[in-house]
């Protein structure tokens, strides 16, 4: 049997870190906020998990992949345990998530071109005496267009 394993089934916090590539000092802070139910423990005091943690730290991840932070996860898990099905709000999170999403795009679009704008114009930008960078400062001036324009 595995130095982690317990004899009822359940694992240790080192072997289900180790499993699902959690930091155990996540799992603890993850049983901290609610995110993860406190788990039983053996009579010397270890944490055992079961498949049930499995499955609600594997959910949390998945969570977090589409960008819903933990206190989301909090609420989502808590309409859950009330018996209340959390699909309406997680729409509405990923419906937000979606439209920063897009707003980010927008704006490394914006500085795409202007960084390609800036390098159309970087030959032709005049050294001036105690610049650091003739290009950072041409953008610090707030130049808009090619140099003499």
């Not at 998945?62 to 209340?84: F, K, P, S």
């Not at 699909?87 to 704006?107: F, K, N, P, S, T």
């Amino acid at each position: 049997m595995n130095g982690n394993a317990c004899d009822d089934g359940g694992v240790r916090i080192g072997e289900l870190g180790d499993r699902l590539g959690v930091n155990p000092k996540t799992i603890r802070y993850y049983e901290s906020i609610g995110v993860l139910p406190q788990p039983e423990r053996t009579a010397s005091g270890y944490r055992v998990y079961d498949e049930s943690d499995v499955d609600r730290i594997t959910f949390v991840k998945a969570a977090q992949r589409l960008g819903i932070t933990l206190d989301e996860v909090r609420e989502i898990v808590a309409l859950r345990e009330r018996d209340q099905p959390p699909c309406r709000y997680v729409r509405e999170i990923l419906a937000r998530e979606v439209a920063g999403i897009d707003q980010r795009i927008a704006e490394l679009q914006r500085l795409r071109d202007e960084l390609v704008g800036l390098e159309a114009v970087a030959d032709r930008l005049p050294a001036s005496e105690g610049e650091i960078c003739r290009l950072i400062d041409h953008v610090r001036r707030g130049a808009a267009g090619p140099a003499g324009d």
